[in-house]
């Protein structure tokens, strides 16, 4: 019984592990977005800004305060009135002025009425807020495009694997057909040697060729929030592939890359922020509504009542700060200027950068061409010398020479598609083009 229980468990554990689970682009790309890590703090950095401009505005909005209090004197409290200035004699004489319960409550209203500090602070905020959302486009369009290529590298590793499995079983099958004619006495024990050290050395290039498509695969999971033990497939290829492009004006590139719209609005928060340090030399004006409730008795009841209300206004303006001031303006003009400088630079950056993957783009689209037509070839040669191979008129070595040239041709084809899609990923990128999403 207890044997039963233990393989049982065995197999309970061992089902989930043996499910294999079919992803193709579109749903990884779905789970890299679900749980990256980058795109969680980059959504925090949202939230903070829309923190940051309530706060803001609240500095605009009246401020009304509540207290209440209670008091036990423990001693009493006397006033001394010299009663010869009334009545002409008597002296000084002393009058108990407190309750043993003082109660006491105030309601306060505060707003600001003018405030140049005020206004650039909202303004900032909002300016804020608009940052981040581009910084966070940006980022997902940076993680989208990472994950892109590694899905298309784990790809092309799968096709490099199934390329030298199929070699190890050619050689595999070949020997084994050379050692029938050595048993027939037909081929040399040379030649069969060769068919064999030819199959042995396919099995270790087979091994690392599986090894790096693993770890690939598991670099996906770790992406995807995928449990490592899952055993992983992936729905995709190399048949068809996206046209190449037509180059686009810088202007249209610039308005559509987030990080280049997001260092325009650091620019315009920059503006804000010299007029923010320059508000501080003008004057600030609150004004203020108090209305204030007082009782005391000996007993525990509201007895000998007051009720006062107030209303004021306050000026505030510093006159002199050291020059503090002055040099917060001047920060804030060289923030300003560095920002400027920063844009201009990225200007000559994308240039650079479109220009170049463009032509990266062109180089890797005519290379697919060129090894399609050597694979055909090399296909080819290599049926010709298994059938010349196996009539005996071909060497071992012509047949090792005529697959590795076909394997060669096979990986160059696949390698000249994982350059072009690379190279298409990241002019996507660079043009500001990679596929929206929803915020």
């Known amino acids: 019984m207890k044997k039963f229980i233990i393989v049982l468990y065995i197999f309970l554990i061992a089902v989930p592990l043996l499910k294999a689970e079919t992803y193709n682009l579109d ?9 990256s890590k980058d795109l969680k703090l980059a959504s925090e950095d949202k939230a903070m800004a829309k923190a940051q401009k309530k706060e803001a505005v609240s500095t605009a909005l009246p401020k009304i305060a509540f207290e209440a209090g209670y008091t036990r004197n423990l001693s009493d409290y006397f006033m001394y009135i010299d009663m010869a200035a ?14 043993s ?10 707003q600001t009425l003018f405030s140049p500090s005020v206004g650039s602070a909202i303004k900032a905020a909002k300016q804020y807020e608009k940052l981040t959302n581009f910084v966070y486009k940006a980022s997902w369009q940076n993680i989208n495009t990472a994950a892109k290529k590694l899905f298309y590298q784990a790809l092309l590793l799968e096709k490099v694997w199934r390329v030298n499995q199929e070699a190890e079983g050619n050689a595999l099958d070949n020997y084994k057909n050379m050692q029938l004619k050595f048993d027939n006495g037909v ?57 190449i492009p037509e180059m686009v004006d810088i202007p249209s590139v610039l308005s559509l ?4 719209n997001a260092l325009k609005w650091e620019e315009k928060l920059r503006e804000t922020n010299v007029q923010a340090n320059k508000a501080s030399f003008y004057p600030s004006l609150t004004g203020q509504f108090v209305y204030n409730y007082s009782a005391q008795s000996n007993e525990f009841k509201l007895d000998e009542q007051n009720e006062l ?18 040099a917060q303006v001047q920060k804030a003009k060289i923030d300003l200027n560095k920002t400027r400088i920063r844009i201009n630079q ?24 060129s090894a399609e037509a050597t694979l055909e070839a090399a296909q080819k040669a290599f049926h010709i010398a298994e059938n010349t191979a196996q009539s005996g008129l071909a060497t071992q070595l012509q047949l090792k020479d005529a697959r590795v040239g076909y394997d060669q041709a096979k990986l160059n084809y696949y390698a000249g598609i994982f350059d072009y899609l690379n190279a298409y990923f990241d002019w996507q990128l660079a043009t500001g083009q990679v596929n929206s999403i929803e915020n």
């Open 101 to 110: 319960n003082e109660y006491t409550a105030s309601v306060a209203l505060q």
């Open 346 to 369: 990225t200007k000559e950056d994308i240039y650079n950068e479109t220009t170049n993957i463009y032509l990266r783009l062109k180089e890797a689209h005519e290379r697919i061409y």
């Open 257 to 260: 890359r987030p990080d280049f």
């Open 27 to 35: 749903q990884f790309l779905k789970l890299v977005e679900q749980h």
């Open 309 to 326: 209300y107030m209303a004021g206004v306050n000026l505030s303006l510093p006159i002199f700060t050291g020059g503090y001031r002055r």
């Open 187 to 243: 081929v040399s024990e040379f030649e069969l040697l060769q068919s064999k050290v030819r199959w042995k050395n396919a099995i270790p290039a087979t091994a690392e060729a599986k090894r790096n498509y693993e770890l690939v695969l598991n670099n996906l999971k770790n992406w995807a929030g995928i449990p490592v033990q899952e055993t992983l497939e992936l729905d995709g290829g190399f048949d068809d592939i996206p046209q």
């Open 86 to 99: 009334l009545t002409g004699g008597g002296g000084a004489q002393k009058f108990k002025v407190n309750r």
